[in-house]
């Protein structure tokens, strides 16, 4: 073919290389971009060991205040003296019993539910390219919170099962609801706000009516219960039921930040992300199934905890940008980090009694949502 | 060489391709233009792999699309899409990077950032690397967007073969000095060994700019070659359904064309 010879001298001698290699000012381009990228990594290093300090402060905060006050001190050596070290400060064995069997597997599961529900949010914002896709808003939340409490009602799992049953319930609702929003809001690769948005209203009527039914053929004990899927709480958790569910919210958590340069291509559009060599339908099919997973053990967990998933990334996306290598860790920092702090002032604000967290969390998500809106300028500028 | 041969293409009942064949070569820029509906867009993503042909191949050099490994294909042809939006407040230079995605294991990083740079250096935008994406005008945007695709199949030193940037209505939306630089720019490219293949609505986008032009009309391929041959007043006017006048542009060797 007359075109081989000229398709082989481009292999041999790229043009564009070669005019680089000789382009000096380039070279000073290069440093200063080089640089700047340097000085912006040190600075995303600076913010990751700042969140992660803040993590750790609101976990000693957490399990340290309450009605029987535990030192930071006191923690370590009460939790040194389970592996056999001896530390200098001194406890009382009330302290002791406080801080192993409620505050820690209570501050564990805020913990790993704000890491969760963060990460979700700020994968499924990525994966329909838009900010407000929140996995409360959206209806995941309500949808694993309906399939979660038909377990307890309806007693479709043996009592000694049901705690193991929970999650899986909690995940196909989850997961269910994710796929009927995706599939609604997207046409021809492109998602529409007003579309999910409004899909996720409707999803989160039908649930909700799914509950108030739920609600309308239980007893009392199943009452009780239901409420706490309503309005989320982390109180009353064990080792015992904490320890199944872990796993279950940490690891689908942890693997979406495997998608962070899928997730960054999705930004461009999903034709685009195709263009770039990602194979986009894999991606997403995961995507959706670890955010609802993670979401979805969380709800078993705890109910429906609305707005995090919302608030946390949108905040690291104003401090950071929206690079998913490190939104997502952040996210799960920031998340972990808020659901401590406010699941603090939920069990001290009206004592003796207990406010549920989602109460709180939508009392400070909402007014955010509505700020989002105010503040929008034009259709894409967030 | 990338070349599509025979393919055909249906949605639903509608036939929207009906057996185009269309060759691209590394060095050469090809204009395709016909009225709308005509499967400008659908050739060219069956060109770019983002969809499958119901018929005939679509080949780089000689293999089927989808017998490629998704990065190589990658590496090797870029495509500047009207759907590619943005609304995420990612930083210039963040976007330009994201073209080096197929390169992610293979290339240092201080290596991207030299291709990033280089890239933005040749779509005239290195000034604004440090900008947030969301706050550049459309033409600024353009130009990102193809330094972004620039990044993505700028040759490597290892020489991989021919490189293919496909570009659907780049000048949409643009006002006219952008409009020429978008394509001033494909045109060097051309000169520097890329295959550049832009789909255009302005016959006199295509006639300054290309060295080939295609017609595409119902579906079919009603005439590809030199603008010359190309843009007479009977094949506009069996193209589009209007009569159009085509003189001499007054400055440079090529047809102009205009409404009758």
């Not at chain 1, 104003?318 to 998913?324: I, Q």
Request: aromatic share 4%; hydrophobic share 50%; net charge positive.
């Amino acid at each position: 073919m007359s075109l081989r010879p000229l398709f082989i001298r481009s292999c041999r001698s790229p043009p564009w290389r070669r005019m680089n290699e000789d382009d000096v000012v380039t070279a000073h381009a290069v440093s200063g971009l080089a640089q700047a990228a340097r000085w912006r990594s040190r600075r995303t290093a600076v913010l990751l060991a700042a969140l992660g300090a803040a993590a750790a402060a609101a976990f000693l905060l957490a399990v340290g205040q309450g009605a029987v006050a535990i030192g930071p001190g006191q923690i370590l050596a009460i939790l040194g003296g389970r592996v056999g070290l001896e530390l200098p400060w001194t406890y009382e064995s009330t302290q002791e019993a406080v801080l192993l069997a409620i505050r820690l597997p209570r501050a564990c599961l805020g913990v790993l539910v704000g890491a969760a529900l963060a990460a979700a949010g700020a994968a499924l914002q990525g994966l329909f390219r838009n900010p407000l896709a929140d996995p409360g808003l959206i209806g995941v939340s309500t949808g694993a919170a309906l399939s979660a409490a038909a377990v307890i009602v309806l007693g479709v799992a043996p009592a000694a099962l049901a705690g193991y049953a929970l999650p899986p319930a909690a995940f196909a609702g989850g997961l269910a609801a994710t796929l009927i929003v995706y599939r609604i809001a997207t046409r021809e690769g492109r998602t529409e706000v007003a579309t999910m948005l409004l899909a996720g209203v409707a999803l989160n009527a039908i649930a909700g009516a799914g509950l108030g039914l739920l609600v309308f053929v239980s007893d009392d004990q199943q009452l009780r219960d239901l409420n706490f899927w309503l309005l989320g709480s982390l109180g009353g958790v064990t080792w015992k039921t904490l320890l199944p569910a872990a796993p279950l919210m940490l690891l689908p958590a942890l693997g979406l930040t495997l998608f962070a340069r899928h997730l960054n291509a999705f930004l461009l559009g999903e034709t685009e992300a195709l263009h770039l060599g990602f194979d986009v339908e894999a991606a997403k099919r995961r995507i959706v199934v670890l955010a609802a997973l993670t979401v979805g053990a969380s709800v078993a967990l705890t109910g429906v905890i609305g707005f995090v998933g919302l608030v946390v990334p949108h905040l690291i996306r104003l401090a950071v940008g929206p690079d998913h290598r490190i939104l997502l860790p952040a996210s799960m920092l920031l998340g972990a980090s808020l659901l401590l702090v406010a699941d603090l002032l939920a069990r001290s604000l009206v004592l003796p009694a207990e406010l549920p967290i989602g109460i709180l969390t939508s009392c400070v998500g909402g007014p955010f949502f509505l700020w989002l809106l105010v503040r929008r300028r034009g259709p894409e500028a967030w | 060489m990338l070349s599509a041969s025979n393919v055909r293409f249906a949605r639903g009942d509608r036939e929207i391709l009906r057996g185009v064949s269309l060759a691209l070569t590394p060095g050469e820029l090809v204009a395709v233009i016909g009225p709308n509906g005509a499967g400008k867009s659908t050739l060219l993503q069956l060109l770019s792999g983002a969809l499958a042909a119901r018929g005939g191949a679509v080949t780089l050099d000689g293999a089927p699309l989808n017998r490629w490994c998704r990065q190589a294909l990658a590496r090797r042809r870029a495509v500047l899409s009207q759907t590619a939006t943005l609304g995420f407040p990612f930083r210039v230079l963040d976007v330009v990077l994201l073209g080096r995605s197929p390169h992610a294991g293979r290339a240092a990083h201080r290596d991207d950032l030299q291709v990033a740079e280089a890239a933005m250096r040749e779509t005239g935008i290195l000034h604004l690397a440090d900008r947030v994406y969301t706050t550049l005008s459309g033409g600024e945007r353009q130009r990102v967007q193809l330094a972004r695709a620039l990044a993505q199949i700028w040759p490597a030193s290892d020489g991989e073969g021919g490189r293919y940037l496909l570009l659907d209505e780049p000048t949409n939306n643009l006002d006219l000095a952008h409009q020429h630089a978008i394509l001033q720019i494909g045109r060097r490219l051309a000169g520097r060994g890329t295959g550049v293949l832009a789909i255009l609505h302005d016959p006199n986008l295509a006639a300054l700019h290309a060295d080939r032009i295609a017609v595409l009309k119902d579906g079919a391929i009603l005439i590809d070659g030199l603008p010359d041959t190309v843009l007479t007043e009977t094949t506009l006017a069996a193209a589009f359904g209007l009569a159009v006048t085509v003189r001499r542009h007054p400055t440079r060797d090529c047809p102009y064309v205009v409404p009758a």
